[in-house]
């Protein structure tokens, strides 16, 4: 294991069919007024906000409902979110959703009791809250796999009037307190946005594994979740209410992005970048926009990442190194993986997501670039991968 590190996740864990259960005993935990922050009605139409709210009243909770939180939260909405909370002056911020409320969440919570201009310290200056601030709890109640926003401190925040879409990573103490994850929440999820999660979890291990070339405890663990996800994946498209697999799929989402598989690890993240840079152009579903670049983005690590993508080829996807060189065998992964991202009907190129030519020069333009992963890309190399996704 390279480097130097600490490990700890704060965040409770509460899963499976019983596990709304849970949240009458967490919430004793808390003061009596609560932030109920939900996206555009999902929650109402399948029933789990009901659920909820009917817990928050059994406990005595004053409720104060903030819906409407989109897909890729705006800086508009986070305003308007960090608002309420400090009008109502709310003791606990409940996210009944997806990643998109679970981040937006954790957001406000860093925003409420902060002096300055949030947008800018956290998100635009990647600064952490100071020391002392205090900073709102936060529970989530997920009901779509695929960010990992339940265990970690992530929060990606669209600035819609400026077409960028920027995420900060927060110190451990905006993890979430605690989350409940019913599998059976996410069976109600469109087709679409479980298979954009479903490549999000994939992408997450990716971006984290294709780093270094040490032989490391965290590719080990990265290599058994990319097996398990390629595995529920097949069965879930074929039969999207399969219990099985789509406990599996949200299990490891969590595990794909809480901290664990980063561990001693450089990491590259340049998918992500890109990716979301295409998502606040074309509005595209988070895994999707990731999805879109993948192909000629890994293609150019590759080259000098080799070792690994071989043990990529052989470890993930059963790839037979007999007779073929390096080469050839880290190639055929590349290709077990487009076959697999067609097969359960991923897009693989920028015009499947709705990104035109005319586009590249400002997909470019708001990608943030780093040296990251086997690369060090300079906005030229961005708009030549964008140009081979097209
Ligand atoms: O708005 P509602 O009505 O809730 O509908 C949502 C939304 O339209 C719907 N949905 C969610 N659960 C459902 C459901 N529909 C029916 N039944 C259910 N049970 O699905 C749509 C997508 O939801 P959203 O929360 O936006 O998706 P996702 O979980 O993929 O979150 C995406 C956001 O997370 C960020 C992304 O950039 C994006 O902004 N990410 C956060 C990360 C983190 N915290 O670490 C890392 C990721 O890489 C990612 O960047
Ligand atoms: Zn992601």
């Not at 270094?212 to 994946?233: A, F, H, P």
């Amino acid at each position: 294991m390279q480097g130097n590190f600490s490990y700890h996740n704060p965040t409770k864990l509460y899963f499976g069919k019983d596990s709304l259960n849970f949240l009458k005993e967490e919430l004793k935990n808390y003061g009596s007024k609560v932030l109920l922050n939900y996206g555009s009605g999902s929650v109402k139409r399948n029933g789990i906000y009901d659920q909820v709210m009917a817990i928050l009243r059994e406990a005595g909770k004053t409720i104060v409902e903030n819906p409407g939180v989109m897909t890729n939260p705006t800086l508009e909405k986070l305003n308007e979110g960090v608002k309420i909370a400090r009008e109502n002056d709310v003791d606990l911020i409940l996210a009944l959703g997806g990643g998109s409320v679970c981040d937006y969440s954790k957001a406000v919570a860093a925003s409420v009791f902060c002096d300055g201009d949030y947008w800018d310290m956290f998100w635009l200056k990647q600064q952490n809250p100071a020391k002392g601030q205090k900073l709102l709890p936060v529970g989530c109640i997920l009901t779509m796999a695929g960010t990992g926003s339940e265990m970690n401190a992530g929060t990606v925040i669209t600035d819609a009037e400026h077409t960028f879409k920027v995420g900060h990573v927060f110190d451990d103490r905006l993890m979430p307190k605690f989350s409940i994850l019913n599998p059976e929440f996410t069976m109600t999820v469109p087709e679409n946005q479980m298979k954009a999660g479903i490549y999000d979890i994939m992408n997450h291990i990716m971006e984290q594994y294709f780093s270094d070339l040490d032989d490391n405890t965290s590719d080990y663990i990265s290599e058994g979740l990319m097996r398990s996800v390629i595995n529920s994946s097949r069965v879930a498209v074929k039969n999207p209410k399969d219990y099985e697999a789509r406990s599996n799929i949200m299990w490891t989402a969590t595990w794909a992005l809480n901290t664990l598989i980063g561990m001693g690890k450089q990491q590259d993240w340049m998918v992500h970048m890109i990716g979301h840079s295409v998502g606040a152009w074309t509005h595209a579903p988070h895994g999707y926009a990731l999805a879109s670049v993948s192909m000629a983005y890994y293609r150019r690590a590759m080259k000098n990442g080799l070792p690994k993508f071989v043990r990529f080829a052989k470890n993930v996807w059963n790839v037979n190194g007999d007779g073929r060189t390096d080469e050839q065998i880290a190639e055929a992964g590349l290709q077990a993986l487009k076959e697999w991202m067609t097969e359960i009907g991923l897009p693989l190129t920028i015009s499947e997501v709705g990104a035109t030519a005319d586009m590249i020069p400002g997909i470019t333009e708001t990608t943030v670039v780093y040296p990251a992963g086997y690369l060090n890309l300079s906005k030229e190399d961005v708009t030549e991968i964008l140009k081979e996704s097209l």
